[in-house]
């Protein structure tokens, strides 16, 4: 059986952006305005000639109160049925108080994450994303996945925690 991907984050991080990244090719729904009810969605990936299912989230509903929750709860369906977690941020913003709530899950789940600063578009951005250690889920890992800056150093060590 593969193991199991989960990529988690708030939403308009980039989490689809990055799964079409990883799989080469634009099958994840890209938003540009946030907003959209979308399940979780599973997509076969092959990397350095292993496999594994990549899981995309990132529904939500911005009618209802407390995103916070909602990302936070989603997350965390999709934590219980994976065997690894991408945990992806804004690498352009930081860690907020919702990424806060998710990473308090992640720990309670123990389940292996890697953590992603998602667009650091240039070499500018890294400076600011070796911030991310103080989240206390290890090393950032700056990534683009607008341009693909980054995405095969993050998916050998995901590799490495499969
Ligand atoms: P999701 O809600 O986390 O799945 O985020 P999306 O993948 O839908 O992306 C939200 C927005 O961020 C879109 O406008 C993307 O084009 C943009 N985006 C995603 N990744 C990057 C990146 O690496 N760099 C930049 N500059 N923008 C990005
Ligand atoms: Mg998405």
Request: glycine share 10%; hydrophobic share 50%; no cysteine.
């Amino acid at each position: 059986v593969r193991p199991v991907v989960a990529v988690v984050g708030r939403p308009n991080v980039g989490k689809s952006t990055l799964v079409n990244r990883i799989l080469g090719r634009r099958e994840a729904v890209v938003q540009d305005v946030p907003g959209v009810t979308r399940d979780r969605v599973s997509y076969p990936v092959d990397w350095a000639g292993r496999q594994f299912t990549l899981v995309d989230t990132g529904g939500w509903d911005a009618r209802v109160e407390g995103l916070a929750l909602q990302v936070a709860e989603q997350a965390e369906v999709a934590v219980e049925l994976a065997d690894a977690v991408v945990f992806v941020v804004d690498g352009t913003v930081g860690a907020t108080a919702v990424d806060e709530a998710v990473v308090k899950m992640l720990r309670r789940a123990g389940k292996p994450v890697v953590l992603v600063a998602n667009k650091v578009d240039d070499a500018r951005g890294e400076a600011d994303a070796t911030a991310l250690w103080s989240l206390g889920l290890g090393q950032p890992f700056p990534v683009s996945a607008l341009h693909g800056r980054g995405t095969g150093d993050m998916l050998d060590a995901v590799l490495e925690v499969l």
